[in-house]
């Protein structure tokens, strides 16, 4: 299994066999892989039993908030798929992030990180929601939260990423969507890095969808982009 790549490849696709088609074209030691709500919506542990069985790390991207009970329930099935990490929404509270964190105490538990607040959203967004707060701030607040719950990191923009690394130690893991080559588009996504500012900052890991995905040639862009940060 991967054990050192700092690249997650988001597998946004909507079939099966788009997907499984870039898993083939990528390797186990170059990269990890990201299943996200479209995805196992359509096709569910079925395919991350495929992907698991490919070698390669799966951080199974759901998202979970609800209920602190139906919330631990949820990572403990999504451990049962063999998952290397998988993730739940900061907003949804400490103690839901506690039950969580409880339910996965084996010595084999996949790793269990939080949502802060999405790279797709901004300043506007707190005002519409009557937060008074910047998207740092927020960020900050549920990066601590989600620390004080004996979480393993959170998922936020690598332009928080210097704060939050200064202020919750080396050990924190820092996963990094919103990441685009210098020459890309910035799309839905209003907070963005290049990999190399990403590490500079102090990500953890990296997750990359179109850059890779939509390329010519995808493992090239990977092997390009290993070689960029390492």
């Avoid at 992030?97 to 105490?105: G, I, P, T």
Wanted: hydrophobic share 45%; glycine share 6%.
């Amino acid at each position: 299994m991967s054990q050192t790549s700092p690249i997650i490849v988001a597998l946004d696709f909507s079939t099966e066999k788009e997907a499984i088609n870039l898993v083939d074209q990528l390797e186990p030691q170059l990269c990890r892989l990201k299943v996200g709500k479209e995805l196992f919506t359509r096709f569910g542990p079925t395919l991350v039993n495929k992907l698991v069985a490919k070698n390669f790390d799966v951080f199974l991207d759901l998202k979970y908030h609800d209920i602190p009970n139906t919330v631990a329930q949820a990572c403990l099935a999504a451990a049962d798929l063999g998952v290397w990490m998988l993730n739940v929404h900061a907003l949804g509270g400490e103690k839901m992030m506690v039950a969580a964190r409880d339910a996965l105490s084996s010595d084999d538990a996949p790793l269990l990180i939080a949502v802060t607040w999405l790279t797709s959203s901004g300043q506007a967004e707190l005002d519409a929601l009557g937060i008074k707060a910047t998207p740092q701030e927020m960020v900050s607040r549920l990066a601590v939260m989600t620390k004080n719950a004996g979480l393993d990191g959170v998922v936020c923009s690598a332009q928080e990423a210097p704060m939050l690394r200064k202020n919750l130690g080396d050990e924190f893991y820092l996963v990094t969507p919103g990441i685009r080559l210098s020459d890309a588009k910035s799309d839905d996504q209003c907070r963005v890095v290049t990999p190399q500012k990403a590490i500079q900052d102090g990500a953890s890991h990296l997750v990359i969808g179109r850059p890779i995905t939509q390329a010519e040639d995808p493992y090239k862009v990977l092997q390009e982009i290993v070689k960029s940060i390492a």
